[in-house]
T-cell receptor, first 118, second 116 residues
Framework: AQKVTQAQTEISVVEKEDVTLDCVYETRDTTYYLFWYKQPPSGELVFLIR??????QNEISGRYSWNFQKSTSSFNFTITASQVVDSAVYFC???????????????FGSGTRLQVQP | DTEVTQTPKHLVMGMTNKKSLKCEQH?????MYWYKQKAKKPPELMFVYSYEKLSINESVPSRFSPECPNSSLLNLHLHALQPEDSALYLCASSQDEVGGLQETQYFGPGTRLLVL
């Protein structure tokens, strides 16, 4: 079963539009962490945000905002007034301990490719 | 400074070649990771080093051999690769793997590998 689902494979918007990238996760742990990473065409994964399972406060950083809702197991990411430089693949990821092995692992969603047209 | 560097940026090798990928971080992180990423897919974990010791090997074929000479360096030695091994290889580091789920992994720019 997929633990992190990013249902939107590709989104195309025009510059200055707002866009929301969805992330739904699945875990039985009460303690876990969620992340968003940006991967521009250059390839580097850029860390954007980390959120722990006990902190449901929404966060805003410039044009970026994140909405964490435990009730729906979602951690959505909104870019306000999108720009061409926002074009990238965005990955949502879940960090949790494996119930059987105790090993901690970072599980990525399949990613959402965002194209911002000028 | 959250920089992880990787060399080379691009690498083309034949199936009989031996090559190495290098990764370096100077953030004092004690956990380092190798990931493999195929086109249009998320990164897949290959190896984890914690305090310079191999702690996780995700059943990676022996033609990939990791090495951690010191806490700042991580190498991936490649030998007798197959064309299907062509991918982006990403290195990452975090303050402490054992320290918990919360440790953020910082990634390098990757090495794009093509095996002919």
């Amino acid at each position: 079963a997929q633990k992190v689902t990013q249902a939107q494979t590709e989104i195309s918007v025009v510059e200055k539009e707002d866009v929301t990238l969805d992330c739904v996760y699945e875990t039985r742990d009460t303690t876990y962490y969620l992340f968003w990473y940006k991967q521009p065409p250059s390839g580097e994964l850029v860390f954007l945000i980390r959120r722990n399972s006990f902190d449901e406060q929404n966060e805003i950083s410039g044009r970026y905002s994140w909405n964490f809702q435990k009730s729906t197991s979602s951690f959505n990411f909104t870019i306000t007034a999108s720009q061409v430089v926002d074009s990238a693949v965005y990955f949502c990821a879940l960090s949790e301990a494996d119930r059987d092995t105790g090993r901690r692992a970072l599980t990525f969603g399949s990613g959402t490719r965002l194209q911002v047209q000028p | 400074d959250t920089e992880v560097t990787q060399t080379p940026k691009h690498l083309v090798m034949g199936m009989t070649n031996k090559k190495s990928l290098k990764c370096e971080q100077h953030m004092g992180h004690r956990a380092m990771y190798w990931y493999k990423q195929k086109a249009k897919k998320p990164p897949e974990l290959m190896f984890v080093y914690s305090y310079e010791k191999l702690s996780i090997n995700e059943s990676v074929p022996s033609r990939f051999s990791p090495e951690c000479p010191n806490s700042s360096l991580l190498n991936l030695h490649l030998h007798a690769l197959q064309p299907e091994d062509s991918a982006l290889y990403l290195c990452a580091s975090s303050q402490d793997e054992v320290g918990g789920l919360q440790e953020t992994q910082y990634f390098g720019p990757g090495t794009r590998l093509l095996v002919l």
